[in-house]
């Protein structure tokens, strides 16, 4: 979240803090039913335009085209794009923004690997953006491709840039002559990918496109569960908190009470201005999954958020791959999941993808 939003928030404190709901566009999702081009903000039911003066950290914005106003998201998504049986999973991320390169470890898989995916998230896509090269480091021996990636959803962009500049979601699948399991794997930008790769603070210095958010690899591997993967009419999905999505769960052994649940977001942070300096506005979101606050102030299970860039502290942030394990009390087949709100209600935040096993 930038300084298009701290600016608003200084000024409109007192009406926001309790009344944000997210307009969204560009995001083509018959079953999100969602089809526009912009970002909106709606105060007590009015839709709000933001004008904003170029600087270094936030480029000039278009407030007419972020006026564009549509219904707040809550929605049933589709069925999971993926699901196996007799199985369980491990995911790692690395945020990188100005950055090349970056490293992502990945623990918790077991038995022989089943499928292995690479997601990321770039604002801004030129056509070298939707590759990207793995490496296995370890184990050894160490072993490369260079794969290009399926589009699984496009948005508005999470307020860096003009409105009219889109977040891209990919999706490539990893031989698995590569990823093998558990291990650690190198993930870089093809040239000229990237709009800076010097490793500067996000928050300082002028905005080069295209501005990469981060990168996540997902294993499946063979174990006594069932796994869902969820991308395809929820990634690309840019909101500011509360944001509530319902995913139905598919295969044996629904309806469960024991989950496991990673989620996978680009764009989160601890604050801003520099990106170290952290504020409760946009530290402070929370996550509820049927009833149950898991994460974020108020939870006596983690008081950590799950949208504060952890994938790439203390910099560059803006990439999330976190997870929790949780049992419900009765047995359930869909997760009805609430991000927020946080104490602010001042990040916006991008949907890339979630994993549950039951």
Excluded at 66 to 93: F, I, K
């Amino acid at each position: 979240m930038k300084k298009l939003l701290m600016a608003f928030n200084k000024e409109n404190t007192s009406k926001t803090k309790r009344g944000l709901s997210l307009m969204l566009g560009s995001v083509k999702s018959a079953s999100l039913g969602i089809s526009a081009s912009v970002l909106a903000f709606a105060v007590a039911g009015n839709t709000v335009a933001f004008a904003q003066s170029g600087t270094s950290a936030s480029p000039t914005f278009d407030a007419k085209a972020m006026a564009h106003s549509l219904s707040a998201v809550d929605a049933a998504l589709p069925a999971p794009a993926m699901v196996w049986t007799r199985a369980n999973y491990g995911t790692g991320g690395v945020a990188l923004r100005n950055r090349g390169a970056g490293s992502i470890g990945v623990s918790g898989v077991t038995g022989a690997v089943q499928a292995a995916f690479i997601y990321w998230a770039v604002i801004g896509a030129n056509a070298a953006s939707g590759s990207i090269i793995v490496q296995r480091r370890f184990p050894t021996p160490v072993a490369s491709v260079t794969l290009t990636g399926t589009v699984v959803g496009v948005g508005p962009n999470p307020c860096w840039v003009a409105a009219t500049t889109p977040i891209t979601v990919y999706r490539a699948a990893i031989p698995l002559s590569i990823a093998t399991g558990n291990g650690d794997y190198e993930v870089r930008l093809l040239p000229g990918a990237g709009g800076s790769t010097a490793g500067g603070d996000p928050w300082v210095g002028t905005q080069v496109l295209p501005l990469w958010e981060g990168a996540s690899v997902v294993i499946v591997g063979t174990g006594a569960g069932t796994v869902n993967l969820f991308d395809v009419g929820f990634a690309g999905a840019t909101f500011i908190t509360p944001f509530n999505y319902t995913l139905t769960l598919a295969g044996a052994g629904t309806p469960a009470t024991s989950f496991l649940w990673d989620n996978i977001g680009a764009d989160g942070q601890i604050g801003g201005f520099p990106g170290r300096a952290a504020t409760a506005s946009v530290s402070g979101e929370t996550t509820t999954i049927n009833g149950l606050l898991l994460s974020g102030p108020g939870s006596t299970m983690d008081l950590t958020g799950d949208w504060n860039g952890s994938s790439g502290f203390p910099l560059p942030q803006l990439w999330d791959d976190t997870g929790h394990a949780f049992t419900l009390p009765t047995p359930a087949s869909t997760l009805s999941i609430t991000f927020g709100p946080d104490t602010g209600q001042t990040d916006c935040l991008t949907t890339v993808a979630n994993v549950v096993q039951f």
